[in-house]
């Protein structure tokens, strides 16, 4: 099993900048589709990217698009979300996932594991 622990939210003013990490346990990481979501009070989970293991490709979301950019590094079993130029909008709980259905990294139903999730704060 995966054991994902996420880190580096924060609060951040409109325009600004951070970058989400989420550590994996585990000696399979690479195997596994990670992804990243994120869900505001009141609303649903949202995806917000994801990266493939079999195939190499990357989703994103169309809010994210331009401005979010999701990585992995298998040597350190980290995957990063680095997102730029913020908006209020961006405001939520950031969840980390993975998983091996092999199934639309974009549907949270293709994860098995997922981490306690980092707040991100965006101010106007």
């Known amino acids: 099993q995966v054991q994902l622990v996420e880190a580096g939210g924060g609060l951040v003013q409109a325009g600004g900048s951070l970058r989400l990490s989420c550590a994996a346990s585990?000696?399979?990481?690479?195997?596994?589709?990670m992804g990243w979501f994120r869900q505001a009070p009141g609303k649903e989970r949202e995806f917000v990217a994801g990266?493939?293991?079999?195939?190499?490709?990357?989703y994103y979301a169309g809010f994210a698009k331009g401005r979010f950019t999701i990585s992995r590094d298998n040597a350190k079993n980290t995957v990063y979300l680095q997102m730029n130029s913020l908006k209020p909008e961006d405001t939520a709980v950031y969840y980390c996932?993975?998983?091996?259905?092999?199934?639309?990294?974009?549907?949270?139903?293709?994860?098995?594991?997922w981490g306690q999730g980092t707040q991100v704060t965006v101010s106007s």
């Open positions: 990266l493939g293991s079999i195939r190499v490709s990357i």
């Open positions: 585990g000696r399979t990481f690479s195997t596994y589709d």
């Open positions: 996932a993975a998983g091996l259905r092999r199934d639309l990294v974009s549907r949270a139903s293709s994860y098995d594991y």
